[in-house]
């Protein structure tokens, strides 16, 4: 972008919180392009990205050297890497620096569509838990699918306002709230930011974060963190909002080591002669877009809510399956033994089960929009396989496997009819450099393509 005219009084403000000198750095490091970065699913790939160079604060970050078409890469489809950019990732370096449980709950609050609950979800990996909340139903409706593409299992996707979550004091062990703000940060990637920025809305955004962290502040159990981020440069949405969490709530500070050569600048807000920290992402300082990020500890001996347990679970549409009818399936689909499984309508979702308890007694509370990993329904005794876990992480015994090539892979994606050859009838699993992307059902003289109607892509 060249023709940048920023508003007159954000560039006062950047002005005098920056000096004269380094604002000239700024503004011009603002008309650049912006850089394009992937973060890859190291459940999925191992393989980093042609012509890349590693984020230097997150192991499984890469900018690329230009920006590639995503959509006519089946591996984007397949979940094996997430558009990103790359000053979010810092999240990564602050759950290992504050060795963040991994097997523990995390809420990410403001979710969709989904960078950070990804990044959360792969920290958490196959040992923890994750709530993906996103209070707007067409953007819950995006995390799902990123969610679902992402493929871990490890993920209860709600559709809550931070209210909802009232009766969750003290129960999650970190609560990211990656919150709406005006988009100082996002005025070259994204020129709308700029349009809609006036003080008035730095204002809204405030009073709003203040609403949101009245409440979020609260579900952070004793010992557990909160995360604050914006992707904004004011010091109201930022600075401001780390006084105001400070006054509501008992928070003790927390101090991320930095490497001097990232260009992460550290904000110090002094609170009744403590110091708490945030952390700055310039354009002009960092290979990455305006970011802020603050991390506080709820002192152990805070409320600490476990959930209760329920030992006949009731629920208007989830069912628990019965111990007989879950071992069958694990045997069929070769599944894990730390499997739990329940029944919605008549389709089957698979559950990490040391979290069933969690996730029952969330789902007394919650508007859930998905969980785990949707297996599939049961026909005449045959299993009818799920789109859900063919892009899943988990097994899929039994199953037939097809590997196509670019050319086919882009077809099946278009939801084209693909020829396969030699192949018994049944259910197959199509995959692209042996990562799955969905199913086919071979019916001998043709096949049916079984991927989703409304993530098919359209472009040529
Ligand atoms: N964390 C996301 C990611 O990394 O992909 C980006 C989140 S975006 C900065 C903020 C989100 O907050 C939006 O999805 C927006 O819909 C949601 N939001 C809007 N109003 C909200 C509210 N009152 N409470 C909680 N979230 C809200």
Known sequence: ?????????????????????????????????????????????????????????????????????????????????????????????????????????????????????????????????????????????????????WGLGNTLVTQNDPEHFEDLEGFFDLVLVDAPCSGEGMFRKDPDAMSEWSPDHVALCAARQERIMDKASAFVKGGGYLIYSTCTFNEKENEEMVRFIVSEYDYEPVKIPLDPSWGIVESEVLIDEVSYFGYRFFPHRVEGEGFFITVMKRPEDALVHEPKRTKDFKHPYLKPVGKQEAEKLMVQLGLPDYSGFYNLQDSYFWVNKDFQQHFEYLARFLNIRYFGVELGKINKQQFIPNHELAVSILPKTGFLKVDLDLKDALDYLRKEDIPIKDLPEGWVLVTFKNTPLGWLKNLGNRTNNYYPKDWRIRMR
């Open 1 to 149: 972008m060249s023709d940048l005219s920023l508003p007159k009084e954000f560039e006062s403000r950047m002005k005098s919180y920056l000096g004269e000198n380094e604002f000239r750095e700024f503004s011009k490091a603002l008309k650049k392009d912006p850089l394009v970065s992937v973060r890859i699913n190291r459940h999925k790939t191992e393989t980093q990205p042609e012509n890349s160079k590693p984020v230097p604060w997150n192991e499984d970050g890469f900018f690329l050297e230009e920006r590639p078409s995503f959509t006519l890469d089946p591996l984007f489809h397949a979940g094996c890497y997430y558009v990103q950019e790359a000053s979010s990732m810092f999240i990564q370096h602050i759950l290992k620096s504050i060795a963040a449980p991994q097997n523990g709950i995390f809420l990410d609050l403001s979710a969709a569509p989904g960078g950070k609950s990804t990044l959360l979800s792969s920290y958490l990996g196959k040992k923890g838990f994750l709530v993906a909340n996103e209070v707007i139903k067409s953007r819950a409706n995006i995390l799902k699918e990123n969610i679902i593409k």
